[in-house]
């Protein structure tokens, strides 16, 4: 059964912006209780953590902060990631992750495109 469920991927130019949606399932995850992830893998390239939010933390990695944005909507049980200034090394297939504990899930992935 499905966890996390990603969207809002797509093509975009460079400089412009897209966000990404994770929807958890109520079911198994309280996105308040878990910490909440978006990674990404571009081609030939290993799985990279971009964002974090826990509790009432954020953290990011070099490349994507001032860009980027983590944020999440307890009320839908979904995270989002806001993505400016986009550029072409942003490219990849993202994932949302979830983990607490010994518990973690991934979602599916959803692909961003930056090209003109």
């Known amino acids: 059964q499905v966890r996390l469920v990603e969207s809002g991927g797509g093509l975009v130019q460079p400089g412009g912006s897209l966000r990404l949606s994770c929807a958890a399932s109520r079911m198994f995850i309280n996105i308040n209780f878990y910490t909440m992830e978006w990674y990404r893998q571009a081609p030939g390239e290993q799985r990279e953590l971009v964002a974090t939010?826990?509790?009432?933390?954020?953290n990011y990695i070099d490349s994507v902060k001032g860009r980027f944005t983590i944020s999440r909507d307890s009320a839908k049980n979904t995270v989002y990631l806001q993505m400016n200034s986009l550029n072409a090394e942003d490219t990849a297939v993202y994932y949302c992750?979830?983990?607490?504990?010994?518990?973690?899930?991934w979602g599916q992935g959803t692909q961003v495109t930056v090209s003109s």
């Open positions: 992750h979830a983990r607490a504990g010994a518990q973690f899930y």
């Open positions: 939010i826990t509790g009432g933390s954020t």
